[in-house]
Nanobody
Framework: QVQLVESGGGLVQPGGSLRLSCAAS????????MGWYRQAPGKQRELVAT???????NYADSVKGRFTISRDNAKNTVYLQANSLKPEDTAVYYC?????????????WGQGTQVTVSS
């Protein structure tokens, strides 16, 4: 049974920071591309950042220089350090695990954690 469990969301003032965590179980964590996505009210889910098993990283332009994604393969956990938060970062943040084996793609999602940036 695959589980992705996010934590670390909450209410923060503009300019503040949060560290999101996503603990994975039931998958061979180290072979998956791990990612963070977010969905604001009335908007489509969008990519925030991804990190491959080899450590290659991709960020959305809107978070470059402010957010940092990392992973700990020994703990089956991926992190998102979010600094200099803005009100437009308010969204539900979802953890994603993705792999493609023999052209068969697998995607797993967490339940999401709310991040609210407001004064």
């Amino acid at each position: 049974q695959v589980q992705l469990v996010e934590s670390g969301g909450g209410l923060v003032q503009p300019g503040g920071s949060l560290r999101l965590s996503c603990a994975a179980s039931g998958i061979r964590f180290r072979v998956y591309v791990m990612g963070w996505y977010r969905q604001a009210p009335g908007k489509q889910r969008e990519l925030v950042a991804t990190i491959t098993s080899g450590g290659s990283i991709n960020y959305a332009d809107s978070v470059k220089g402010r957010f940092t994604i990392s992973r700990d393969n020994a703990k089956n956990t991926v992190y998102l350090q979010a600094n200099s938060l803005k009100p437009e970062d308010t969204a539900v943040y979802y953890c994603n695990a993705h792999t493609s084996v023999m052209l068969v793609e697998s995607d797993y999602w967490g339940q999401g954690t709310q991040v609210t940036v407001s004064s």
